[in-house]
């Protein structure tokens, strides 16, 4: 059997994909920023927090990175609603996005935190820094700039990962893929188009974080 | 009408995980495999091997793994094959698994010094010999920790094959739950059931990398 492969009877849904790989996009930015808010707040409290903190922060970490994203986001959109937290599709995405890449971004930024010499926290000290100020201005920095490219790389698998909210029908771009899919039947070609959009997706926005890590940490 | 208890909520689940295990141990081994093969195009004197599988990488790294499940379980079928869900999920999570851990194992690879090359080299050993005897046990050494870490990515990768109908961990946890509409229960069991599996793996691969810290 010969099949003759058909890319133009995608045309007609172009704007159905466009909207899909905007969805993606967006939901990537807007869980990337609170995500990386949550992990800074996590990785906080298991190096400087109270001990109860650090260990609550611990499980968190471990139960989210020893469990599949798709069931994450299954629990938050099936399961929190049968205990009165209710949410829309968009809602219950951003959020499973949020605690995964919050979980994986911890530990991340802890191991930068620990990569940060004693004797800056020493010296923070001794110009009467609080412990904030100390966190803020001297560790902070430091210990994104040291894990950086680990970041990077983790946005863009989560990014990768995000096609899985398509199955509780948040409109990303594997969501239009299908919607595309049953109305023209033409499944490998629509899949394909967006595994390249997904692919070039990718391409771009790695750029695009080498970009911005080098207009914040210009020297490394 | 059946009852469903807890009991037999948990048994089912529990049937259910052997399906996970199963798919995982056999997708790990042949994607490690196939990486090795990917692995020593990556790492060969030929340029064109090299820029082919780099562009093998990229794709299987840079998509969803989603994507790919789709486009071998519709792709396929173009060619007039019938492909059940278990061969579209095993064939796209050794493609997946081949792509990273090539990746991880190029990383080892290239760790080891560029004067074992050489030396060996100079003792007239071919590129397969050197690969066997000199580079692959040193970087053996290496790759463990990161091996057994990426094996839990597996787990949770065969997490995604429920979407193509292969009734594993959480597919019989939406099947469950459309059964009991006791969605809260169903998926923190299904979530605790991963975390069993993965939790041991990934607590290995950190007490192997500390150790291998400590010898150097």
């Known amino acids: 059997m010969t099949y003759q492969m058909s890319f133009g009877d995608l045309l007609p849904y172009w704007d159905v994909l466009a909207r899909g790989l905007l969805y993606t996009i967006i939901l990537t930015v807007v869980s990337t920023v609170t995500g990386l808010a949550v992990g800074t707040a996590g990785a906080w ?8 903190a650090g260990y609550a922060v611990g499980a968190y970490v471990e139960l989210i990175r020893n469990t599949p994203f798709i069931v994450q986001l ?26 995964n890449l919050g979980a994986y971004s911890t530990e991340i930024i802890r191991a930068g935190i ?21 966190f803020r201005y001297v560790v902070l920095k430091q210990a994104f700039m040291k894990v950086y490219p680990a970041l990077s790389s983790q946005i863009v698998i989560v990014m990768l990962g995000s096609a899985v909210v398509s199955q509780i029908s948040a409109e990303d771009l594997t969501y239009a893929a299908n919607f595309v899919q049953s109305r023209n039947f033409r499944a490998f070609e629509v899949y394909l188009v967006a595994a390249l959009l997904y692919l070039l997706l990718a391409i771009a926005m790695r750029a695009l974080l080498r970009g911005i890590g080098r207009a914040l940490f210009p020297k490394a | 009408m059946i009852e469903f208890s807890f009991a037999i909520i948990l048994e089912n689940l529990l049937l259910a995980t052997r399906w996970t295990i199963l798919l995982s141990l056999i997708a790990f081994v042949s994607g490690g495999l196939v990486g090795l093969l990917v692995l020593f195009g990556r790492v060969s004197k030929h340029e064109v091997l090299r820029l082919l599988t780099a562009g093998y990488i990229e794709f299987f790294q840079g998509t969803p793994l989603l994507m790919q499940l789709f486009l071998l379980f519709f792709g396929i079928a173009l060619f007039g094959v019938e492909v059940s869900p278990w061969v579209a999920a095993w064939l796209a999570l050794t493609f997946w698994t081949s792509a990273f851990l090539s990746e991880i194992w190029r990383g080892c690879v290239e760790s080891v010094p560029r004067g074992q090359w050489e030396a060996s080299g100079t003792l007239a050993m071919t590129y397969l010999e050197q690969m066997r005897y000199v580079i692959l046990p040193q970087a053996m050494r290496i790759a463990v920790a990161p091996t057994v870490g990426f094996s839990v990515q597996v787990i949770k990768g065969t997490a995604l094959a429920s979407i193509i109908g292969f009734v594993e961990l959480t597919k019989a946890g939406t099947m469950l739950n459309n059964a009991t509409f006791r969605p809260f229960l169903v998926y923190s069991l299904v979530a605790l059931i991963y975390f069993c599996l993965c939790f041991p793996l990934s607590w290995c691969s950190k007490r192997l990398e500390a150790r291998l810290n400590v010898a150097r």
């Open chain 1, 45 to 52: 409290a298991r190096s400087f927090g109270p001990k109860w």
């Open chain 1, 74 to 99: 299954f629990f938050v959109f099936f399961g929190l609603p049968a205990i009165g937290v209710k949410m829309t599709e968009s809602e219950a995405a951003f959020l499973a996005m949020v605690i």
């Open chain 1, 114 to 134: 620990q990569a940060v010499p004693k004797g800056h926290l020493e010296a923070a000290a001794s110009l009467a820094m609080s412990r904030l100020e100390t």
